[in-house]
């Protein structure tokens, strides 16, 4: 593949990582899951919250490390 159509995918798909992460940082969801989990308990949904954004940071430092 031609190396400038591979960097503008890259960059294509770490700004969408970087919109999803916003969005779920700004979210009441993710709002939730930390607190809650502090507070009264850990909830199988909660943690998929956290995972995501986990998730989402791991590859987003993964594209930017290329």
């Known amino acids: 593949m031609n190396?400038?159509?591979?960097?503008?995918r890259?960059?294509?798909d770490l700004r969408s990582l970087k919109n999803e992460l916003s969005e779920l940082l700004a979210s009441?969801?993710?709002a939730d899951a930390m607190?809650?989990?502090c507070s009264i308990g850990d909830h199988p949904r909660h943690r998929?919250?956290?995972q995501r954004a986990d998730d989402l940071r791991?590859?987003?430092?993964?594209?930017t490390e290329s």
């Open 28 to 30: 009441w969801e993710y």
């Open 10 to 12: 890259v960059m294509s």
């Open 3 to 8: 190396p400038y159509v591979e960097k503008r």
């Open 48 to 50: 998929e919250v956290r």
């Open 35 to 37: 607190g809650h989990g």
């Open 58 to 63: 791991a590859r987003i430092a993964q594209l």
